[in-house]
T-cell receptor, first 112, second 116 residues
Framework: QKEVEQDPGPLSVPEGAIVSLNCTYSNSAFQYFMWYRQYSRKGPELLMYTYSSGNKEDGRFTAQVDKSSKYISLFIRDSQPSDSATYLCAMKLTGGGNKLTFGTGTQLKVEL | NAGVTQTPKFRILKIGQSMTLQCTQDMNHNYMYWYRQDPGMGLKLIYYSVGAGITDKGEVPNGYNVSRSTTEDFPLRLELAAPSQTSVYFC???????????????FGEGSRLTVL
């Protein structure tokens, strides 16, 4: 079993749709949860960061962490063509050299 | 600030050749990382460093070596290149701000390596 599982997609939605992206994980010691966005032929960039459980909202983006189910989600409201990218979840233990464990990424395409 | 700069952007190697991927950051970050990204496989950690003079292995270190003689530079050396090392390589850096973890890795734009 992989430490972090993520559906690779591709996921295609019409403009304006609500998008739900998800990751599951097996290591209950993960405490820090991130979502990175990666445009084609670019490096990933941090989109959302959550510590431990709960929700966090930033504009059209909402990140949720459910530690009891070992499940994290990223919701994108009113999706735009500019949201077309690969979304990678990432997780970190406390300490440990700040090493992140990444999911495989979900490719999202928002169509006009 | 330029952020994290990687060179070269593209390179084709023959089996058995060696090369060094360069990575420089100008943010004075102590933590630096090398990842490789293969299609459908996400990012796998090759090596990382928590400061100048300190390096450690990640998940997939075989066939690679690193050094960290300065805070700014973290080169990745490929010895005896193999087709399995065909990948996109990303260098990244981060730092605690006031001892608070921010969750943010700053990535370079990647180096695309093909071994034929």
């Amino acid at each position: 079993q992989k430490e972090v599982e993520q559906d690779p997609g591709p996921l295609s939605v019409p403009e304006g749709a609500i998008v739900s992206l998800n990751c599951t994980y097996s290591n209950s010691a993960f405490q820090y949860f991130m979502w990175y966005r990666q445009y084609s032929r670019k490096g990933p960039e941090l989109l959302m960061y959550t510590y431990s459980s709960g929700n966090k909202e930033d504009g059209r983006f909402t990140a949720q962490v459910d530690k009891s189910s070992k499940y994290i989600s990223l919701f994108i409201r009113d999706s735009q063509p500019s949201d077309s990218a690969t979304y990678l979840c990432a997780m970190k233990l406390t300490g440990g050299g700040n090493k992140l464990t990444f999911g495989t990424g979900t490719q999202l395409k928002v169509e006009l | 600030n330029a952020g994290v700069t990687q060179t070269p952007k593209f390179r084709i190697l023959k089996i058995g050749q060696s090369m060094t991927l360069q990575c420089t950051q100008d943010m004075n970050h102590n933590y630096m990382y090398w990842y490789r990204q293969d299609p459908g496989m996400g990012l796998k950690l090759i090596y990382y460093s928590v400061g100048a003079g300190i390096t450690d292995k990640g998940e997939v270190p075989n066939g690679y070596n690193v050094s960290r003689s300065t805070t700014e530079d973290f080169p990745l050396r490929l010895e005896l290149a193999a087709p399995s090392q065909t990948s996109v390589y990303f260098c990244a850096s981060t730092e605690f701000l006031d001892r608070v973890y921010t969750g943010e890795l700053f990535f370079g734009e990647g180096s695309r390596l093909t071994v034929l």
